[in-house]
């Protein structure tokens, strides 16, 4: 499974901006996806995660109520929608897959088989 993300960018505070993963691979649209963020210095941290069935998701703390995580099967694609973005969103965004159907979520890096090479995202205040 190959992974490339795309949507990254300058934008202001405030405005919306969706991020987009697309997936290589048959039943890719069942994997568990994960989307992690990274700046430098910094140790790549958990955003959001959908699990394999699409029924649960999970958000960390400072993007909860703002971010969404979704999947698109048809378009082996998933997204991670930012809206009402802050100046400390600002990083290096990484989505991730791991095969498995299932209802669980995963928050770990290790947990996850597959990486994107990362989009950039910058928001200025």
């Known amino acids: 499974v ?3 993300e795309s ?3 300058f934008l202001q505070a405030g405005e919306s901006l969706r991020l987009s993963c697309a997936g290589s691979g048959r039943d890719f649209g ?3 996806i994960g989307w992690f963020r990274q700046t430098l210095g910094r140790e790549r941290e958990i ?3 959908l699990s394999g069935n699409g029924d649960n998701t ?5 993007v909860r109520g703002r971010f969404t995580v ?4 048809a378009k082996n694609t998933a997204y991670l ?3 009402n973005p802050k100046p400390e969103d600002t990083a290096d965004y990484f989505c991730a897959a791991t095969l498995t159907s299932g209802y669980q979520t995963y928050y770990y890096r290790q947990e ?5 090479q990362g989009t950039q995202v910058t928001v200025s205040s």
């Open 2 to 4: 190959q992974l490339e």
């Open 7 to 9: 949507g990254g960018g």
């Open 30 to 32: 069942t994997y568990a």
């Open 47 to 49: 955003v959001a995660a």
């Open 58 to 62: 999970y958000y960390s703390t400072s």
């Open 70 to 73: 979704s999947r698109d099967k």
């Open 81 to 83: 929608q930012m809206t």
């Open 112 to 116: 996850y088989s597959y990486w994107g």
